[in-house]
Every structure is written in C-alpha cells, then in structure tokens.
C-alpha cells in the first residue's frame, strides 16, 4: 500500500466517498463529496469503483508528496493544480512520479476540486463510508480534515489503471515529474458549471411548503440571483438576496425529511440551500428543491459567487437526472474502453 504525504492540509480537505446511506433514520446524514459527479468521474479516470475515496479540496488547496508513482485524476473545480511546478490538466488522467509533490494555486473556476488516486483512499469505513463527517467525528482521517503531516493510505490499483500508468511513465520519459493522457472526460458530458464570474443557473421544483409564503416571496426566488455567503459550508449553503416570508406568519411545522437541495427559509427569511452534510430533518418551510441534475452545479458555487433559481417542472426535473445518469455512464463506459486499450 502506497500513500500520500500531507506537506500542507490547505483550507478544508478531506476524504470524501459518495457518503453512508441506511442511517438517516438513526440521525446520521448521508454526507460524501458535495459533488459527487466530479468525484465519480475521476475515479472513472483512474480505473476505481465509483464510490471509492478520493480527497475534497476546497477553495485553497493542500501540498501533497507522492510517496510512489502514482495515476491520479483532478476533476471539478479548477483550483490551478501542479506537480513540481507544471500544470495539472483536469478531467484527464495524469501519471505522477515518485518524489514530486501535488500543489494547488488560485481557484480560477468552481470551488471544490477532487483528487482520485488510483487505488482509492483507503482510510477505515465508518458505517459503510470513508467519508468524513467532521461534526460527529466520523470517517476519514481520524474523523477530520487534513492536517499537516498527515499519511494518506492508497490501495493497491486495478490492472488497467497499472498498466496506463506504465504506459504515460515510458512516454515521459526519467525525468519528467508528470505524464497526462491525451483523452479525458469531454466537456460536452460534464454539467452546465457556472463560468468564472457568472450565475450559476439552478434548477429547481415548487418545496412542500411553496404555496404559504405570499406572492411577493414567490416572485422573488426567481427574480433574481442570490449571493452565497461566506457563512456556507458543506452542511448548506446560506444566501443573501430577497427575503423570503410566509403568508401567514407563526404556526409550528411539522418537522420532517430533508434531502440535498431542500431549500429551507428560517424566520430571517434568509433562505438556506442543503448541502451533503445536512441534517436528516428540518422544522423550516421548505420553498423548493433543487433538481438532482444541478446539484453539482450548486457545489462549485463559491463564497461571493451568485446563483439563479428557474422553476421547473417535477417531471422535467426526473428527465434532467435520468439523462444527466445516463451520460455519466457512457462516460465512464468509454473511459473504461481507454483504459482497457492502454498498451
């Protein structure tokens, strides 16, 4: 087993699978990568499983020493990672030599980037999971985030993933710190991120609770974009922009299940956007749900950046996900091919 040395942790980093399902009923959330499509994709460029344990890196990024050759992946936000000096391309395969160190620069685009190794992170399962929930001390590294000189285990990688990483070393040569394949995930199956700078479009169905704030509240979700506070965090994203009041003020709710995307308002009227570590249950009105599809959308959003609810229907919002599934599995069937036809 190989492993990855912390030179330095960066902001937030931790280990993240696609989370701990079968224990919301005992209060436990699902948790995983915020954006588990870039999580799933860069295990797919490394020959993992799609829910092996890769590294969350959010907004500036850690300092890690490779301890062996390694085949790893950065997908998601683009964070200007670097191995000795040199570019990391993302959504790409990258082949790492022994001794060189993976570091990260300004955040040009998004927030949240993923690093799968081949082999995956191999840290004890909590529950079933890898992933860190820091708020409950679970997971990961000794259920935290990073911190400097921390090890990283990585598993032994699958044949594909051995022999394509043989392949880029014979192609770069003794001396070159890094090798990438020329392929990698196509921008035409990656979701509709926000450009640098821009709104992020988010769309969104009608929450339980939509019909009993006034009409003015109604309006203003989708009037105009909403700024991400930098009071967010990976249990939920708060935001500034209209606020948002009940028709009828007063009166209890029932509390009831919450899900990632749940759009809940407390009584400041400051709606707040569930993230993967949220609460399994929630008190507050629930104004609307973010569809499945844009979820990894919202989580490269941010702090400062803006965001922009359309309305949709349920039924769109069941076709966006179905095909958003769908192309993540003809991409990951076709990097599979690459993988296979690797000399």
Same mark, same amino acid.
């Given at each position: 087993?190989?492993? &990855?040395?912390? =030179? ?12 701990? $399902? ?5 209060? !436990? ?5 915020? %954006? $588990? ?40 936000? %683009?964070?200007?990672? @670097? ?6 391309? #993302?959504?790409?395969? !990258? ?44 997971? +990961? ?6 911190? %400097?000189?921390?090890? !990283? *285990? !990585? ?45 992020? /479009?988010?769309?969104?169905?009608? +929450?339980?609770?939509? /019909? ?8 203003? &979700?989708?009037?105009? *974009? ?14 500034? +922009?209209?606020?948002?009041? &009940? ?12 899900? /990632? +995307? ?18 399994? @249950?929630?008190?507050? *009105? ?8 844009? #979820?990894?959308?919202?989580? =490269? ?18 076709? #966006? ?23």
């Amino acid at each position: 087993m190989s492993s &990855l040395y912390v =030179q330095q942790a960066g902001l937030l980093t931790t280990v993240q699978d696609l989370g701990r $399902a079968g224990y919301q009923r005992y209060g !436990v959330p699902v948790g995983g990568a915020v %954006d $588990a499509f870039a999580l799933e994709t860069a295990n797919a460029l490394v020959g993992n499983a799609p829910d092996a344990a890769a590294l969350e890196i959010t907004l500036l990024g850690p300092v890690l020493a490779f301890r062996a050759d390694a085949l790893i992946a950065v997908c998601g936000a %683009d964070l200007s990672p @670097t191995v000795d000096g040199f570019a990391v391309p #993302l959504w790409r395969p !990258v082949f790492v030599r022994r001794g060189s160190a993976l570091a990260f620069g300004a955040a040009s685009a998004g927030c949240r980037a993923y690093v799968a190794a081949a082999g995956g992170v191999e840290v004890p399962a909590a529950l079933g999971s890898r992933s860190t929930l820091a708020r409950a001390a679970l997971g +990961g590294v000794r259920g935290r985030a990073l911190r %400097d000189g921390d090890e !990283v *285990p !990585v598993g032994r990688p699958s044949a594909d993933a051995e022999r394509l990483a043989r392949a880029l070393a014979r192609a770069a040569g003794p001396a070159a710190p890094l090798a990438a394949a020329r392929w990698g995930a196509s921008a035409r199956a990656l979701p509709p991120y926000a450009a640098a700078g821009a709104p992020a /479009a988010v769309r969104v169905t009608r +929450g339980a609770e939509h /019909a009993r704030f006034d009409a003015a509240s109604r309006a203003a &979700l989708t009037a105009e *974009p909403y700024a991400v506070t930098p009071r967010s965090d990976r249990m939920g994203a708060r935001l500034a +922009g209209a606020p948002l009041t &009940l028709a009828a003020p007063g009166g209890e709710l029932v509390t009831e299940p919450v899900t /990632a +995307g749940t759009v809940q308002v407390p009584p400041d009227g400051a709606p707040v956007l569930l993230l993967a570590d949220r609460q399994t @249950t929630g008190g507050y *009105p629930r104004i609307a749900q973010v569809a499945a599809a844009d #979820l990894p959308v919202v989580a =490269q959003v941010p702090p400062g950046g803006r965001l922009h609810f359309v309305e949709i229907e349920p039924e769109e919002a069941e076709w #966006l996900y179905l095909a958003q599934r769908l192309e993540l599995e003809r991409l990951k069937a076709g990097i599979r091919l690459r993988l296979r036809s690797t000399d």
